[in-house]
């Protein structure tokens, strides 16, 4: 018998984590027009910088989460400076530099590392009880943290003097120039941002599930089905597509067969690219 409730609170969850993915790839679009395809080894770095924080360096579980989170945010912020913003414009180039680039990182974990599985202890072990089922305290952390994390983005966003530059620079890095504002500064804030969100994630990943350095692949295929569903750009509709996305893969990994794990939202992304390439809130002219 399908147990409805539990394949709910797992797709809550998953979902969440999945929003947390695809912020820090549609944030950088967003404000930039750049699509980053080295989004998914910036999770890597963050899993396996926590890793060794951890583990190497003993020092506790949550200094390990913020090793992860300032590693990727840090590598994210060098590639911005280091080398997209001298060809942020050239579309071509920026999406040829990132698939390059990210390759590179994923190699340099392997070499480095090894081919080994990489976990890392639960963040909160145990397990509670919602509405009479049986839930791992871990899957409420992964959670309740996304969610503290896109109600923060999106209160910095529409609430702040930072938030407001980012938006005028996502609609015109000339306009921004005009009032004062500094695009290659604000352009730098976005790419560290969405690198922590994206090490964050990476931790969240490895706290529950076995990885790799092969292991930021799957969700940026992902980011990217999620971010063309709800909209390049859009921030409510990366939250929304990913609860679309991550619905649906869970009930049909959970009722279908467990091999379809990561076809969904392939399907999901060609039938959008035909119907409405523009996603849920995207621009047409994205």
């Keep these: 018998m399908v147990d409805v409730l539990n394949i709910a609170l797992n797709a809550a969850a998953i979902s969440a984590l999945y929003a947390l993915v695809a912020l820090g790839f549609t944030l950088i679009f ?10 998914g080894a910036l999770i890597t770095v963050g899993a396996f910088a926590a890793q060794q924080v951890f583990r190497v360096l003993g020092l506790p579980l949550p200094l390990a ?21 001298f060809i942020q414009d050239q ?8 698939v390059i680039i ?31 089922e049986s839930v791992q305290n871990n899957m409420v952390f992964v959670f309740c943290s996304s969610w503290v994390l896109i109600l923060a983005l ?17 609609m015109s890095d000339r306009g921004a120039a005009l009032v004062g504002i500094d695009a290659t500064r604000i352009n730098t804030y976005t790419w560290l ?14 706290s529950f599930r076995s990885g790799g350095w092969r292991m930021g692949l799957d969700p940026m295929v992902l980011s990217f089905a999620i971010v063309v569903l709800g909209g390049l750009g859009s921030i409510r509709g990366s939250v929304l597509g990913a609860y679309i996305i991550g619905t649906i893969e869970t009930v049909t990994v959970s009722v ?22 523009q996603g849920l809130f995207g621009r047409a002219e994205a």
């Design 193 to 206: 941002l969405a690198g922590m969100f994206a090490g964050f994630a990476g931790v969240l990943l490895t």
């Design 102 to 132: 990210g390759f590179l990182v994923r190699h340099a974990v392997r070499i480095v590392f090894g081919t080994g599985t990489l976990t890392l202890p639960q963040l909160f072990p145990g397990s509670a009880g919602i509405l009479g």
């Design 256 to 277: 279908v067969d467990t091999r379809l794990t990561g076809v969904v939202p392939l399907l999901i992304l060609i039938a959008v690219l035909v119907v409405r390439p």
């Design 30 to 39: 967003g404000v930039g027009g750049v699509l980053n395809l080295a989004h």
């Design 65 to 85: 989460v913020l090793g992860g989170i300032l590693a990727a945010g840090t590598v994210s912020g060098l590639l911005y400076l280091g080398v997209v913003r």
């Design 154 to 170: 999106f209160a910095l966003v529409n609430y702040t003097t930072l938030g407001k530059a980012i938006l005028a620079t996502s």
């Design 91 to 98: 579309t071509v180039k920026v999406i040829l530099s990132t």
